[in-house]
């Protein structure tokens, strides 16, 4: 899952951004509106973190903005702000929830979660393919019962797979969704990183048919076809 921070308090934004790559997203930052509307009406996000008080641009007015040009990626506001009015006017410019400074991590990523999920209710916490199964949640992988340990790109990668199960996804719909817009990216890290996942996830279960499969000049889908 890829994340964009609006925000121009450095500390604030640094400190969001390590926190959520522990927890296996992908985090791009922008310190001020101009620059974080312009990654978010170019670039493909799950969901938007987004403080009010911003140079350049404020909050509700990216806000305005985006939803303009109808991109409907997730806003989370952030702000110091708690009054009512100020809380309705962030929610009616587009917003979809909205958090006030100070904040726990613990909070904040419980929201990111419960917005992320509303587009797809239907996935639920736990995606399947076959006989593997991904926690998004515990981040337990299982295949035939058995656990399987996922480095945290791993993980990230084989759920946007499982998240859109026998879809053909291309190298650059892949990177744009795992790995953040500074990420330095060869042009063979995804056929790597789909390698290290056959490793764990097909390779030592020879009696069950392969999940991850490469559609030649297209990308990779996994499925149990």
């Given amino acids: 899952m890829r994340i964009l921070v609006i925000e121009d308090e450095h500390k604030i934004a640094n400190s969001i951004k390590k926190g959520l790559e522990q927890e296996s997203y992908a985090v791009d930052v922008a310190y001020d509106g101009e620059y974080g509307f312009d990654l978010a009406a170019t670039e493909d996000y799950d969901i938007i973190v987004l403080d ?6 404020n909050g509700i007015e990216i806000c305005k903005r985006l939803r303009s ?5 997730p806003i989370l506001i952030l702000t110091a ?14 917003a979809d929830d909205y958090l006030v400074k ?38 337990e992988v299982k295949r035939a019962g058995k656990p399987i340990k996922l480095s945290k ?3 990230a990668l084989l759920e946007y797979l499982l998240k859109h199960k026998g879809v053909t996804l291309t190298k ?7 790995w953040d817009f500074n990420a330095d990216i060869l042009p ?6 789909i390698g290290y996942l056959r490793k764990k996830v097909d390779k030592p279960f020879k009696n069950k048919p392969p999940l991850i499969h490469t559609v030649r000049g297209f990308g990779y889908k996994v499925g149990d076809d």
Avoid: M
């Fill in 172 to 178: 650059d719909q892949i990177i744009n969704h795992v």
């Fill in 69 to 73: 040009k109808n991109i409907h990626t």
């Fill in 52 to 57: 009010l008080l911003l140079p350049k641009i």
């Fill in 153 to 155: 790109k791993e993980f």
């Fill in 81 to 94: 702000k708690g009054q009512l009015h100020e809380k309705v006017e962030g929610l009616n410019a587009g």
């Fill in 102 to 139: 100070p904040f726990s991590f613990e909070e904040l990523l419980a929201r990111i979660r419960a917005i992320t999920r509303r587009p797809k209710e239907s996935l639920g916490t736990t995606l399947k393919a076959g006989d593997l199964t991904l926690n998004t949640l515990t981040f």
């Fill in 188 to 193: 063979n890290t995804v056929e790597v990183y």
